[in-house]
């Protein structure tokens, strides 16, 4: 049981690249989320996802686009990206309903956008 | 929008001293989580208040949910090198949702 992993660890991207980050969990949660972490600001909603099929924006979804295609795929797409998008990407999941709503966090990716 | 405030946001103590960071929303919260990330690593989950004036005790750490469920605080009691980090609470206001604090760095001086 691998819980919420998220892929690559890494990465540096020119401006204006595109790259898609990896998020997938294997606990059959039906919530994920994509968060970035700024020094200072803590930790900010891009998008998330109800279920499988289905997506919503978050406090801060400009310049990204999200797909959940399968209930244990979540991915983060960055279609032309800009300095300002330099942060560290956290993915998290969560069940739906239950005694308590824990959301369990990928390790992150830490991006780089020169 | 819905904000959580969170404070202070760094702290440096002595080891053994005590610690404590406050949040506060302006609106009121359907439950209020923390989180705990160590340097390096990523949030991981701590405990999660729900009920109006909710105290819950984890060792050394305390916490406790305001009677009008608008505000929160964690308070460590003798603090160690293990405690280091940044503490994050987070707020539901009811939705799909949560709504994170800018969180408090906490460093320990030995």
């Known amino acids: 049981n691998a819980g919420v992993t998220q892929t690559p660890k890494f990465r540096v991207l020119k401006t204006g690249q595109s790259m898609t980050l990896l998020c997938a969990q294997d606990m059959n949660h039906e919530y994920m989320y994509w968060y970035r972490q700024d020094p200072g600001m803590g930790l900010r909603l891009i998008h998330y996802s109800v279920g499988e099929g289905t997506t919503a924006k978050g406090e801060v979804p400009d310049g990204y686009n999200v797909s959940r295609l399968k209930k244990q795929n979540f991915l983060l797409g960055l279609e032309s990206a800009a300095p300002s998008q330099t942060s560290v990407y956290f993915c998290?999941?969560?069940?739906?309903?239950?005694?308590?709503?824990?959301?369990?966090f990928g390790p992150g990716t830490r991006l780089t956008v020169l | 929008g819905q904000q959580v405030m969170q404070i202070p946001q760094y702290q440096h103590v002595q080891e053994g001293e005590d610690f404590t960071t406050y949040c506060n929303s302006s609106?009121?919260?359907?439950?209020i989580q923390w989180y705990k990330q160590r340097p390096g690593g990523h949030p991981v989950f701590l405990i999660q208040l729900v009920k109006s004036g909710e105290v819950k005790k984890q060792k050394r750490l305390t916490f406790q949910f305001g009677e009008a469920k608008k505000n929160s605080s964690l308070h460590i009691t003798a603090t160690q090198t293990t405690d280091v980090g940044t503490y994050f609470c987070?707020?539901?206001?009811?939705?799909?949702?949560?709504?994170f604090g800018t969180g408090t760095r906490l460093t320990i001086i030995p």
């Open positions: 609106t009121t919260l359907s439950n």
């Open positions: 987070a707020g539901r206001f009811g939705n799909e949702k949560l709504t």
């Open positions: 998290a999941s969560r069940v739906s309903g239950g005694a308590t709503d824990t959301q369990y």
